[in-house]
């Protein structure tokens, strides 16, 4: 594994759920930060959330009280859990790592969640 990898994207009607996952970590690349971005069509890649090494988490107000990121250390895992979802959640969710010591940052390919309205 190169770069992180991304899974669970799909169709949603507004007020749904969805959880995406991603791989982060692998046995040379330990990341301390963990953290999800978005990227709607014809707009800037923004910020979703993260999480560093000790679960502090940190949101966007736009996703804030309806999005959670957790981790899995044992699975190298971290997931993006949306409730609530508005047809403005519309975007291709990229994760993202860093391992802030190495100064190293990997995206991943990306996964298109689609809310309907």
């Known amino acids: 594994q190169v770069q992180p990898v991304e899974s669970g994207g799909g169709v949603v009607q507004a007020g749904g759920s969805m959880r995406l996952s991603c791989l982060a970590s692998t046995r040379i690349f330990r990341p301390n930060v963990l953290g999800w971005y978005r990227q709607a069509p014809g707009k800037q890649r923004e910020l979703v959330g993260t999480i560093i090494s000790n679960g502090i988490t940190n949101y966007s107000e736009s996703v804030k009280d309806r999005f959670t990121i957790s981790t899995d250390k044992a699975k190298n895992t971290v997931y993006l859990q949306m409730n609530n979802l508005k047809p403005e959640d519309t975007a291709v969710y990229y994760c993202?790592?860093?391992?802030?010591?190495?100064?190293?940052?990997?995206w991943g390919q990306g996964t298109q969640v689609t809310v309907s309205s």
């Open positions: 993202y790592a860093r391992d802030s010591y190495r100064d190293m940052n990997k």
